[in-house]
């Protein structure tokens, strides 16, 4: 998902890093066979702090995206709530119709609303937004329906 993929990594949301977090704690094993000598004298107090590395983005997927889109929002003339337009500029994205029709096709639109721009916009809209409070952002309830 390149194009929805961006949105989450500006909105610090990526469920991509975990993944990348798989060859960090492979780091620690290495090291941990390094510190296998060690291990007599930490007992369980290294593999803790390394079991803890992992733990953090979990906690860094849990974002306020309102407060974040709030916060970018602030003396912009830009209404994210309702556009996807103004969304994707306030996260300084491509909001050109050939983008948001890119956008549209990776998220699965129905064709018949690909034809018409304003149902093709709140589609795309609606549907971003579940999408990232499906990935952990905490869209509100009013903003779903």
């Known amino acids: 998902m390149g194009f929805f993929s961006t949105i989450l990594e500006k909105l610090g949301?990526?469920?991509?890093?975990?993944?990348?977090?798989?060859?960090?704690?492979?780091?620690?094993?290495?090291?941990?066979?390094?510190?296998?000598?060690d291990d007599n004298l930490k007992g369980s107090a290294g593999m803790?702090?390394?079991?803890?590395?992992?733990?953090?983005?979990?906690?860094?997927s849990e974002v306020d995206v309102v407060k974040h889109l709030e916060t970018l929002s602030k003396g912009k003339e830009l209404n994210w709530k309702v556009s996807i337009v103004d969304l994707l500029k306030l996260l300084d994205i491509d909001?050109?119709?050939?983008?948001?029709?890119?956008?549209?096709?990776?998220?699965?639109?129905?064709?018949?609303?690909?034809s018409d721009s304003a149902k093709m916009n709140t589609w795309l809209h609606?549907?971003?937004?579940?999408?990232?409070?499906?990935?952990?952002?905490?869209?509100?309830?009013?903003l779903l329906d």
């Open 48 to 60: 803790a702090s390394s079991g803890s590395v992992p733990a953090a983005p979990k906690a860094v």
């Open 126 to 142: 609606k549907t971003v937004l579940k999408k990232i409070a499906e990935n952990g952002g905490n869209i509100p309830q009013s």
């Open 13 to 37: 949301l990526n469920k991509n890093k975990p993944a990348a977090a798989t060859p960090a704690a492979a780091k620690p094993n290495v090291n941990f066979a390094e510190k296998s000598k």
């Open 95 to 114: 909001s050109s119709r050939e983008a948001r029709n890119e956008l549209a096709k990776e998220l699965g639109c129905p064709a018949d609303l690909m």
